[in-house]
């Protein structure tokens, strides 16, 4: 798939490296504000390690999208994301992806060199749709029942697989009747977004069968609190699950695996990529 300048097989196994420039995401909030003065240094420091580390994408987000947050207004989300976008794209070779819900966010950051929208409403926000058919590039629709402010209250479904799939049916039809072709469209189940423990559970169990659509998947669980409540682990000591969570997410046809822990996760994909496809790359 062709993220603005790069192209990128996703065949292969990739990595989403998550840097959210906000005072109060839940994992790694306030890391690059201080006074609620946003710290490009330090923002830049994430972003080298990462790419050091072996992430294909760096999402950069300036809304907190964790349960109960509130919105932001948009020129606040503006002047958290630009800066760090063009600071990124004038030093580092890796695809931007800007974490947004805000038509003007992401036609700004489109000129700014982001190579995908990513984008937790898919592209349901007013004027969403048309700004990011206007950009041309590829897009991520991720499922979330309700918003984020609401949507941990008492999540329901008939059956949460075929509930998603018939959702994502929807989105992608709106997505080509603004001219965004199926090609430029990743799928994403938004592990956390209005789902119980056992709705994510499931999702990630049966993963395959949103895979069988034959779109790229993404998925987004490091340090959520499904592995906390599963493990009983707090946020900071939840990265052994969440590679147990991304190792099944690749077997099951995931191809995106967005992550605060990069170097990790790196390589469990890498072994588990060896391992699926030992047959014809392990002479005996
Ligand atoms: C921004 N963001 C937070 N969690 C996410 C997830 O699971 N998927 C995607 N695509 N974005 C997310």
């Known amino acids: 798939m062709l993220f603005a300048d790069q192209r990128l097989d996703l065949t292969q196994p990739h990595v989403m490296g998550v840097i959210n420039v ?14 609620q003065t946003l710290c490009l240094d330090a923002a830049m420091v994430r972003a080298r390690a990462m790419v050091a580390q072996g992430a294909s994408f760096l999402d950069i987000g300036g809304e907190s999208t964790r349960p109960g947050a509130d919105p932001v207004s948009v020129q606040a989300e503006i002047d958290r994301v630009i800066p760090v976008i063009e600071a990124i794209k004038a030093s580092l070779d890796i695809v931007v992806s800007i974490d947004t819900s805000t038509p003007e966010v992401m036609t700004l950051a489109a000129e700014a060199g982001a190579g995908l929208i990513n984008d937790v ?59 965004i072709p199926t090609e430029r469209i990743i799928i994403d189940p938004g592990f956390g977004f209005g789902k119980t423990l056992v709705h994510n559970l499931q999702l990630l169990k049966h993963l395959s069968v949103l895979a069988n659509k034959g779109l ?69």
Do not use: W
Request: with cysteine; hydrophobic share 40%.
């Open 121 to 179: 409403r898919a592209l349901g926000r007013k004027g969403a749709l048309q700004a990011a058919a206007d950009t041309k590039l590829p897009v991520c629709l991720m499922h979330m029942q309700g918003d984020p402010k609401t949507m941990q209250i008492n999540p329901s479904y008939n059956s949460v697989v075929s509930d998603i799939g018939h959702y994502f049916d929807e989105r992608i039809e709106q997505c080509n009747l603004v001219g």
């Open 22 to 35: 906000t005072p109060d995401s839940f994992s790694d909030g306030g890391d690059f504000f201080a006074s």
């Open 216 to 284: 790229p998947i993404l998925v987004g669980m490091s340090r959520k609190s499904m592995i906390g409540n599963v493990l009983n682990r707090p946020v900071d000591q939840r990265l052994h699950g969440g590679l147990a969570t991304a190792v099944m997410a690749y077997e099951r046809g995931a191809r995106i695996v967005r992550v605060h822990d990069v170097a990790p996760t790196v390589d469990a994909l890498r072994m588990t990529h060896a391992i699926i496809n030992s047959d014809v790359t392990v002479s005996q």
